[in-house]
């Protein structure tokens, strides 16, 4: 019998690629991959926002329009992210994990994939539960390519008994078609 919070991972696992393998995304990686960087933007504007209402008191009849627009310019960030992100096809292929030193994958938080001809895979951001990768051995990979960085959406043991229900789906398949087509 599995653990509780490996019976956990394995749950939102499953959940997640019975989604990916219709080429969609979940409401949680969607939102964590929209979500991302607004973070880093909150952060670097609250002492902007503190410094300005502190030392600069004729801003404070500017404040209500300086929150507005900053509300409008992470609403706007977050819209073009979420468009950019909606027009991505998810890919997916049979990749084998690489054989990583401890040290670099603690600092890096990089995991390495390559693929049968030799090509490499490194995915920097997981929107997937962690779960143990074991080098050189195979695992159905469900991911974005985005222009800058791979982002992994969901990852199975090529070998585990319930691999084969998490194949790409048709709609999978027409999903990848589909910006293909519209190109032309």
Not at 47 to 65: D, E, K
Request: a positive charge; proline letters at 6%; glycine letters at 4%.
């Amino acid at each position: 019998m599995l653990k509780h919070k490996r019976d956990a991972t394995y749950t939102a696992m499953t959940e997640r690629l019975r989604r990916n393998r219709d080429g969609r995304l979940t409401a949680e990686q969607w939102l964590s991959i929209t979500v991302e960087p607004l973070i880093t933007v909150l952060v670097l504007l609250t002492p902007i926002l503190i410094v300005m209402i502190l030392r600069l008191g004729a801003f404070t009849r500017l404040l209500p329009l300086l929150l507005v627009l900053v509300a409008f310019g992470t609403l706007a960030m977050l819209l073009l992210r979420a468009r950019r992100y909606a027009r991505l096809p998810m890919q997916t292929g049979i990749l084998y994990a690489s054989e990583q030193p401890i040290l670099r994958r603690l600092l890096t938080n990089t995991a390495v994939f390559y693929d049968g001809a030799g090509g490499v895979y490194r995915f920097s951001q997981w929107l997937a539960p962690r779960i143990p990768i074991l080098p050189n051995q195979g695992y159905r990979v469900y991911y974005l390519k985005d222009s800058d960085r791979k982002v992994l959406c969901s990852v199975i043991l090529e070998d585990d008994p319930e691999a084969a229900h998490f194949a790409p789906s048709h709609t999978f398949q027409h999903r990848v078609r589909r910006p293909a087509a519209q190109a032309t």
